[in-house]
């Protein structure tokens, strides 16, 4: 419709034709609105859930679990040193495995790369500065098996050095830029989600609004009591704005159920799982390297307020039956990466434990629980250490028997993957959920706007024509 025809339409809109062929291109401009609002803001939801739930979170995943792979070969390695040459056949079948699952998440990381060089130049560096890892090792390994135990060290210091400096680095920096993007994301899809809500009332609305207007005053006008098309319209005009509303706060909340319920713990319980592995490994690096004593013993301990600190008179057992009643421990009294997901706690209902077998609470609180078994057994081994009970010490740091270190480090990993497992299978699930609240709307739009515009049309039509317009 040309600019001088509309004008003349508004200009003529005081006579019966003139009123009518407004309502028609008002209607056909709302339908047109409707159906744009409606695609833009479901594109922009669908980029939000793909951001959270398909492009960082597994990459986030991916970057951590690497520095549990790194922790867990380093851990391997200072405790094969701690043995006799040839006599810790096991941990090189250990470390096998966790070398290939290292080159696993690589791969993984490396197939998702969405935001360039900020993912691409880790992956890189990791992948460069694992080969130098493996050779120290491989150096570390020879001495040993040689009876060169000062050589021996000396490599493993280097690989040390590796870790430190360059792969655990890498994988932080991988974990950022995938961190970043998803909380930038989201904070967008807040402030942006109401906006285009709105939008979509307006317009439907306005459509509704329109259209009994147009049926009141042919009504009115012809005497004639109902306008078959103009009332399909208006069903249809309601029916589809409601149903986008409907989807669109459905894949609101699904989203954030994804994001705050779900992947919120999600990296608090990677990150304490990463620390507690890079923990553990000092652990034994503290037998090994007497120079390093102290150094590694300070290490343990940065690592171990980093998964929970007590203050103000907060026990652990406190924060644990706390947990267990399902009462929030504050975060001045409890603090660190296990206390981030006791206070999360979201899956524990009949639906949770039935789909999972445990409630989240239950597995959360044997975690915690767990790990202070750990860090009691830790400090026995220091006991023994500075006493000069050397042997003793490294008895029960590699000992897998109730009681030793590695059994309780076990138990707290099997409760900390079962509580992972399940906030991790309902942010997929949610994510599902999200891109399913959104699936028809970017077909429908358009089928229901030119819907809209016909059935307007073929309303008016035939009233505009008894003026033979």
Known sequence: MSTQSLKAIVNDRTSTPGRLKLVLVIGWFLAAALCIVTMSSTFQRY??????????????????????DLASLDADVANELLYKPGAAQDLLTDFN???????????????????GDAEKKPILAMQTASVEFYMAVQQARDAHNRGDEKSALAAYRSELSILDNKLLPAAGALEKANHSELEATYARQHSESLISLGLVVLSGLGMVGLLAYAQ?????????????????ATVLSFCFSTYTVVSFMSQSHNLVKAKEWSYDSVIALLEA???????????SRYLLDKDQARVQEQYFMSKKDELATFTGGMTLDQAAN?????????????????????????????????????????????????????????KKIRQLETSGQHDAAIALCLGSNPGQSNWAFAQFDAALDKTLAENHGEMDRDTQLGFSNLALLPYAAPIVSLLLALLLMLGLRPRMHEYDV
Do not use: C
């Open 47 to 68: 980029h939000s859930v793909k951001t959270v739930g398909v492009d960082a979170a597994p990459s986030v995943v991916a970057a951590q679990y690497a520095k549990v």
């Open 97 to 115: 495995k966790w070398t290939g699952d290292l080159a696993g998440k690589l791969v993984d990381a490396a197939q998702n790369i969405t935001y």
């Open 216 to 232: 009141l005053y042919l009504t009115r006008r012809f005497h004639r009591r109902f306008n078959y098309m103009l009332a399909a």
């Open 273 to 283: 799982k990463s620390e507690s592995y890079l923990a553990n490994a000092s652990e």
């Open 322 to 378: 706390n947990a267990a009643e399902a009462k929030l421990t504050p975060k001045d009294q409890f603090s660190g990466f296990l206390a981030d997901e006791l206070n999360n706690i979201t899956y524990q209902g009949p639906e949770y434990i039935q789909r999972y077998g445990y409630g989240e609470r239950d597995q959360a609180t044997a975690m915690l629980k767990g790990w202070g078994q750990y860090v009691a057994i830790d």
